[in-house]
């Protein structure tokens, strides 16, 4: 099971980054969770996650630079990431060149918050990542809770605790996912 071998995201971290607040002071760390789905006579399934790495690297950089690399090459590989907020306009250009030349690659990216969504040069890094065939969508409570389920640590010895939604979970999907679609259509 990939699960076992996998370091899970400190249940700290995932309350405090993917929380998908408004005002995103101090959330200043992106954390991105992948599942890579890859096809061929034996499917492989892998998953971790990644996070900034202090000056090198944004975790979207990191897994193109990092795991990517690692999966079997020509074959068609389905990405999923939960990130905890939409990448930076760099990270967009550089998610536009990855589909591009990876034919066999298919990124869907599900993001907690939309990071500073009212700028208009995120708004068109958004839109030319849909365009370059990347399907992004805003985490819905249950995305939240798929994570946390699947890739965060629950303390030792204790029975798993369960997810608890905080309390404007629902509200401020609805408010991103209504920008979302304002910019994308």
């Known amino acids: 099971n990939l699960n076992l071998l996998m370091e ?9 980054q993917f929380r998908n607040v408004e005002y995103s002071s101090g959330r200043n760390k992106t954390f991105l969770c ?12 892998s998953r971790g996650y990644l996070e900034d790495e202090h000056a090198a690297a944004h975790a979207e950089m990191a897994f193109f630079n990092n795991i990517l ?10 990405v999923t990431w939960y990130v905890s907020s939409s990448p930076c306009v760099t990270c ?8 591009r ?26 839109r030319s990542m849909k365009e370059a065939g990347c399907k992004l969508r805003i985490m819905k ?3 939240f809770e798929y ?15 369960s997810f608890v939604p905080w309390e404007d979970i629902q509200e401020n999907f609805q408010y991103y996912e209504e920008k979302l679609a304002e910019i994308l259509h």
């Open 147 to 161: 994570v946390w389920k699947n890739f965060v640590e629950q303390e030792e010895g204790e029975e798993a605790t």
């Open 101 to 126: 030349k990876n034919k066999g690659l298919r990124l869907t990216i599900m993001v907690g918050r939309l990071f500073m969504w009212e700028e208009p040069e995120m708004q068109a890094a958004l």
């Open 8 to 16: 899970r995201l400190p249940a700290i971290f995932f309350k405090f």
């Open 141 to 143: 409570p249950q995305d």
């Open 92 to 99: 967009a250009q550089r998610i536009c060149e990855a589909l």
């Open 69 to 78: 690399p690692t999966c079997q090459a020509g074959a068609r590989h389905d």
């Open 34 to 45: 992948y599942v890579v789905e890859t096809q061929g006579k034996e499917p492989v399934t």
